[in-house]
């Protein structure tokens, strides 16, 4: 097994060997977090090709001050996000909803996967962001461009359609 240091090492001599490994290691997870995200296949590989071309394009620049799978992340977040144009982030309407408690429901994970790609981009986005990837507030609002309030706000109205939409199809 190569470690990372010699797998960057090898990318940056652009041994073709070594950027296939570096792909391989990280394009499932990477493909994942670009489809829940852009919540379609075309857009996800279009966004996992552009980010491994700018990971190649930039490596030099990796600093090491995270691992390497967490800088190629924010690089596949910042190409997913710029490819849905996620600027106007979601009105949001007034109406009251009714929050049904889940309880003891299991709620089937293709059921859950359908209602997380059926939100609105923003609000997909920040859910994806916050309660998959496990970001903070302040780091999702850095990594948008948006506020700390925005990114609860727009995590409180998803959830709040998430748990319509899986109470109301159960």
């Given at each position: 097994?190569?470690?990372?240091a010699?797998?960057?090492?090898?990318?940056?001599?652009?041994?073709?060997?070594?950027?296939?490994?570096?792909?391989?290691?990280?394009?499932?997870?990477?493909?994942?977090?670009?489809?829940?995200?852009?919540?379609?296949?075309?857009?996800?590989?279009?966004v996992?090709?552009?980010?491994?071309?700018?990971?190649?394009?930039?490596?030099?620049?990796?600093?090491?001050?995270?691992?390497?799978?967490?800088?190629?992340?924010?690089?596949?977040?910042?190409?997913?996000?710029?490819?849905?144009?996620?600027?106007?982030?979601?009105?949001?309407?007034?109406?009251?909803?009714?929050?049904?408690?889940?309880?003891?429901?299991e709620?089937?994970?293709?059921?859950?996967?359908?209602?997380?790609?059926?939100?609105?981009?923003?609000?997909?986005?920040?859910?994806?962001?916050?309660?998959?990837?496990g970001?903070?507030?302040?780091?999702?609002?850095?990594?948008?461009?948006?506020?700390?309030?925005?990114?609860?706000?727009?995590?409180?109205?998803?959830?709040r359609?998430l748990?319509?939409?899986?109470?109301?199809?159960?």
């Open positions: 097994m190569t470690s990372e010699e797998l960057i090492s090898g990318c940056l001599l652009h041994d073709r060997v070594a950027q296939r490994l570096l792909y391989d290691l990280y394009k499932k997870a990477m493909y994942t977090l670009a489809y829940r995200i852009t919540g379609d296949f075309d857009d996800a590989n279009d996992l090709q552009d980010a491994f071309l700018e990971v190649f394009k930039y490596l030099s620049q990796f600093r090491g001050e995270a691992s390497l799978g967490a800088w190629i992340r924010q690089i596949v977040i910042r190409k997913a996000t710029k490819k849905k144009k996620i600027i106007a982030w979601q009105n949001l309407d007034d109406s009251p909803v009714e929050i049904i408690d889940w309880g003891q429901n709620i089937n994970v293709n059921h859950l996967e359908t209602a997380i790609l059926a939100l609105a981009d923003g609000f997909r986005t920040i859910f994806v962001l916050a309660e998959i990837e970001y903070t507030h302040r780091e999702i609002a850095t990594m948008l461009g948006i506020s700390e309030g925005t990114s609860k706000s727009q995590l409180f109205h998803a959830k359609k748990r319509i939409m899986l109470t109301s199809k159960q």
